[in-house]
């Protein structure tokens, strides 16, 4: 009975983007270059945070985290699509793909824990600037990001252990390209509720009250910088929490949408598509999105790269000039 209870499989078939085979070409290049561009972009952001002593801060600390985390999360939900897409062989193992739908949820929810922790750094420096260094010192920013690895990771073992205990017996196709959970729960003929359960009650805690202190966060945020007289201070509080607030629409636009929206308008096309943008396009955006307009990631930037020297010596004058039509006009 034990094994009757168990899965009737033990391998799964990743269906991918194989329903366009005109354009797999296309699609595998595609693929390849964000998958690259994102691991380079962060791994490079990383490094900058951890080797330029003018990133030592709470923010650039949270950034490195969530440079740590993309890397991750891409590495573990597109490395059997390349492999698939290179190879022709979609098929992948119970095990694998019970590993990679646990590290799944697990850094989509580490993500969720890290954008509300760092919505709260910039509501702090906003709202609290005098306080800041002394709000968010190092003890702080250790303890927030280390609760949102260990929730992260914790929070998902129960559902990934009664998933693998589901019989699927109604095939062992998946029409996605990694081992998403709602896919894999249609496959199964087994009864689910329970699963459903505990899904519902962590999707609160993990989601709902995340965003919620996101939300209030932003709330208390735009409040404050509307209080603000001048229209250059206004801009300035703006623009250091305008690339957070990028990716945390960017983010939770795209969870929503595959997540949320009536099943009567759910296309299994559509979902793999979306779902590339949270798990492939999205990590590959947050390097650049938040070294686009920051000066301190410019500069430390410039000095990586190779004749440091010599670049520094052509980007100085335009550096001064803009440093001091900014001084002259405030």
Known sequence: ???????SVSEFFLLGFFEYPHLQL?????????????????????????????LQKPMYFFLGNLSFLDISNTSVTLSTLLHSLMTGDTQISFCLCMAQLY???????????????MAYDRYVAICNPLRYLLIMNRRACILLTSASWILGFM???????????LSFCRGNEIDHFFCELTVLMKLSCSDISNIEIILFSQGVFVSFIPFGLTLTSYIYIISNILKINSAKGRHKAFSTCSSHLTIVTLFYGTLIFVYLRPTSIHSPGQDKVFSLLYTALIPMLNPF?????????????????????????YMNPFLYKRQHFTHRNN
């Open 155 to 165: 929070n998902v073992i129960s559902h990934t252990f009664l998933t693998s205990q």
């Open 289 to 313: 999105i938040y070294s686009l307009r920051n000066e301190d990631v410019k500069r430390a930037l410039l000095k990586c790269l190779p004749m440091n020297y010599s670049w520094s010596n």
């Open 26 to 54: 296309l699609i595998s290049v595609t693929i390849f270059l964000i998958f690259l561009i994102s691991v380079l972009g962060n791994f490079m952001f990383l490094m900058l945070v951890c080797a330029d002593s003018h």
């Open 103 to 117: 590290f799944f949820l697990s850094f989509t929810g580490i993500e969720i824990f890290l954008l509300a922790a």
């Open 1 to 7: 009975m034990g094994k009757e209870n168990k899965s």
